[in-house]
Every structure is written in structure tokens, then in C-alpha cells.
């Protein structure tokens, strides 16, 4: 059986997402016939029809579906190879380093108890922190640009991730301060999802758009804080969110909120030690 190469996989990678052998094409800055047969080609290779063409567009197949998964996986792994490959070259030359991803905004208090701790250990590297956007660590995880990540669930997905449990904790709703709400003790989830006037954020999908929905576009927690104290949005979030908020916000407990787990991640092929001392470190905060 002859192997698939990683051409063929990037070109049905961009294929799958776009829907579309014209956009398809322009994306990988080729022309669309030759992208044409080489999709056609790879279904010949694999002995499955992976997308259905008719006149209203292109739909992907059941075994298309399965490939799009595993392509993604492949071509993100072959990315991570490239990036360890290098980050080891660096250490041999003396220049160690570990890479940690957060998202940006979330974990702060942690992340400086962390920063200081490992600090003070024998054998510690330099950290490098990598601040995100949402949802943004486990693939930064998975192509090599990160070695250790900070993880939420049930947000962020752990497919794929050996990880260690960091801490649980209750969710809050962020409200202005003056809201008729802000003197409550405590709130229910109904309470607090359709406000008048204060719709819930859009967060960025993988692929940099937004989902449809009333509440504003974001990417971080300082321009969803500010929309919040500027009376544009509401959102539930993490306890943790508590720390640091201006007097023009203010936290309240969401009682049947589910709780939120922060966990730290490292891809399960690691053999890096300066990795595995810094989530000893973690796990002991």
C-alpha cells in the first residue's frame, strides 16, 4: 500500500474546511484543476469517495469526516516535530526553556504562584508564557508551540493530553456594579442569561470566526471586562475572575453554575524534565 503523503493531506485539510475547490485552491495558492486531481487521486489511493460534488456545492463523506480528524491530527503532529525538534536543538546549545500557554486573562493568581515556585527549584528553566485566546491551548499543545498548558474543563478539550488536576471552582456572573442584580447574594443560571441589554459574549471558533448571537465579539478578558462595565454585555465565568475587578463591576455567585476545573496539560509523549518538574510544582500549589 502505497502512503499517503502530507501534500495530499494539506490539500484535502483545505478542501474539507473550505467546501469549495475554488476557495480551496486560492488558499493554498495553487490552481484549482491540479487540487482536483489531487483529490481525486487520494480517493483512489485510499479506495474511498471522501466528498460528495453535485451542482449546490461539495459535502464531505463519512469516511471524508474520519480523514479531516485524522489529517489534522497528522499534519499538527508533523508541525510539533519540526518545533521539539528545534526546541532540543536549543537546549543542546545551552538555551533551555519551557513554553507554558494560558489563556489570556484567566489563572492569573495561579500562573504568579506557579512563575515563583518553580523559580525557586534547583534544576528550573526559563518560562516562557504564551497568552491565548480561548480554546487556543490544546492545539498549541498539540502543534509544538507549547510544552505545558493550563486547561479548563468542561470548556477545553483534554483528547489526546496527559494532565494533572490543579484546582475546582464555582462560577460567578459579571455584572455592572450598579445592575439591579448587584445586591443579590446569590443567582441561578436563569437569572442571568437573557438580561435585557446585557447578552452574553461571542468567543472566537478554531477557525477565527463568530457564532451568530446578539452579545458583542471578544477575544480577551480586558475587552470583555470593559464591555461589562460599560453595560454592553454580562458573562458567567470562573470564580477566580473575582481577583483584580474595578469597582465599576461586580461578581455574584451562579449557584447551579457547573463547576470549573483547572488542570495542567502536556502532551503524552513528553520526555522533557524541566516539563515534568514544573507540573510537580503545580500539583504541590
Given at each position: ?62 469516511a471524508g469526516a474520519v480523514l479531516l480528524d485524522e489529517a489534522r491530527a497528522a499534519l499538527d503532529a508533523v508541525v510539533a516535530a519540526e518545533r521539539r525538534t528545534r526546541r532540543a536543538a536549543e537546549v543542546a546549545d545551552g538555551r533551555p526553556a519551557v513554553v507554558l500557554a494560558s489563556k489570556a486573562g484567566a489563572s ?178
Amino acid at each position: 500500500m502505497v502512503a499517503v503523503e502530507t501534500r495530499e493531506l494539506r490539500y484535502f485539510v483545505a478542501v474539507a474546511e473550505e467546501l469549495n475547490f475554488g476557495r480551496a485552491a486560492q488558499r493554498l495558492g495553487m490552481a484549482q484543476p491540479p487540487l482536483s486531481r489531487a483529490i481525486a487521486q487520494l480517493e483512489r489511493r485510499l479506495d474511498a469517495t471522501l466528498l460528495e460534488r453535485t451542482s449546490r456545492g461539495v459535502t464531505l463523506t463519512g469516511a471524508g469526516a474520519v480523514l479531516l480528524d485524522e489529517a489534522r491530527a497528522a499534519l499538527d503532529a508533523v508541525v510539533a516535530a519540526e518545533r521539539r525538534t528545534r526546541r532540543a536543538a536549543e537546549v543542546a546549545d545551552g538555551r533551555p526553556a519551557v513554553v507554558l500557554a494560558s489563556k489570556a486573562g484567566a489563572s492569573t493568581e495561579l500562573i504568579a504562584k506557579l512563575l515563583d515556585a518553580y523559580a525557586s527549584e534547583p534544576n528550573s528553566v526559563s518560562v516562557d508564557m504564551l497568552l491565548c485566546g480561548p480554546g487556543e491551548q490544546g492545539r498549541l499543545l498539540r502543534t509544538g508551540r507549547a510544552d505545558v498548558a493550563l486547561l479548563h474543563r468542561p470548556f477545553d478539550s483534554l483528547s489526546g493530553l496527559d494532565h494533572e488536576t490543579l484546582s475546582t471552582e464555582g462560577q460567578v456572573v459579571l455584572l455592572p456594579a450598579g445592575h439591579p442584580l448587584a445586591g443579590r447574594p446569590q443567582v441561578r443560571t436563569s437569572d442571568v442569561t437573557d438580561l435585557p441589554g446585557l447578552p452574553q459574549p461571542r468567543w472566537p471558533r478554531a477557525d477565527g470566526g463568530y457564532p451568530d448571537g446578539p452579545g458583542p465579539k471578544v477575544r480577551d478578558h480586558a475587552q470583555l471586562q470593559q464591555l461589562v462595565s460599560l453595560g454592553r454585555a454580562s458573562v458567567i465565568a470562573p470564580e477566580s475572575a473575582r481577583t483584580n475587578l474595578g469597582h465599576d463591576l461586580t461578581a455574584i455567585p451562579v449557584v447551579d453554575a457547573p463547576q470549573v476545573t483547572t488542570v495542567i496539560a502536556w502532551p503524552p509523549h513528553s520526555r522533557s524534565v524541566a516539563v515534568a518538574d514544573l507540573v510537580r510544582t503545580a500539583a504541590r500549589l
